[in-house]
């Protein structure tokens, strides 16, 4: 790795690699991310220039880094933690990342997170996907647009399962989109029973119908109506 020979090695604390392209048995993910998450000792302003001229080389569309300083992360005894749109459960994610460089810091944070506050959070992220999902549908159907439908659905699942405890964070290395969605139909038998064979289709395709926005919508309508 080109990063160990830089002079920025000193100050990186954790380089973590998570999200689907992190799954080995994970399907249909051409169109992922490499999601990349790093947290430096001490802010540089040489250092985006430093690893933009690392990272270059790799396909920037598929290449998708968040760059943290620890004292962004934790303060004191004060957990000050937020990526982008994603809260104070998303060190639940990162404290199961696959550990590329260094100490996962999160392992040790998590301990202190109250599982209260985590709940909120991703109850907030799952309002995220839905706006999103809405918004999309109201603009021209493209195959990027199914994807990143696909894509948020796809996490709204994932996350009522973590919410209701039916799947655990450390399960979430382990899970591609097509056995998300088989567990959720397991789990969720009320909600799944007259989407059966769309949510099967699902587990492999990359595109979409107007007609299947409808189910979609459908389905995240009936988990508000059992809980979700």
């Known amino acids: 790795m080109e990063i160990k020979k830089s002079t920025i090695f000193s100050k990186i604390v954790v380089i973590l690699f998570y999200g ?10 051409n169109f992922s991310d490499y999601d990349l998450h790093l947290v430096l000792k001490k802010e540089d302003l040489n250092d985006l220039i430093i690893l933009k001229r690392i990272f270059k080389k790799y396909k920037q569309d598929l290449l998708d880094i968040s ?5 962004e992360v934790i303060k004191g ?5 937020q990526n982008g749109t994603q809260g104070i459960y ?5 404290a199961n990342a696959t550990v590329l460089i260094g100490d996962n810091i999160y392992k040790k944070i998590e301990k202190k997170l109250d599982k209260k506050e985590i709940t909120q959070s991703l109850v ?23 994807r990143e439908i696909i894509k948020c659905f796809i996490k709204i699942l994932l996350d009522i399962m973590l919410v209701r405890s039916q799947i655990r964070w450390e399960d979430l290395q382990n899970i591609n989109r097509g056995k998300t ?8 038998l009320l909600i799944c029973k007259n989407h059966e064979n769309f949510l099967n289709k699902l587990k492999t395709k990359d595109s979409l119908k107007r007609g299947d926005l409808s189910v979609i919508i459908e389905i995240m309508n009936s988990l508000k109506e059992y809980g979700g």
């Open 90 to 94: 998303f060190i639940k994610v990162l």
């Open 67 to 71: 760059v943290h300083y620890y004292d």
């Open 77 to 81: 005894s004060k957990i000050i933690f």
């Open 20 to 29: 689907s392209r992190s799954i080995k048995k994970n399907i249909n993910n």
């Open 124 to 146: 907030s992220k799952i309002r995220e996907y839905t706006w999103r999902i809405r918004s999309l549908s109201l603009k021209q159907l493209t195959s990027r647009r199914s």
């Open 181 to 188: 969605i088989k567990l959720f139909m397991r789990l969720n």
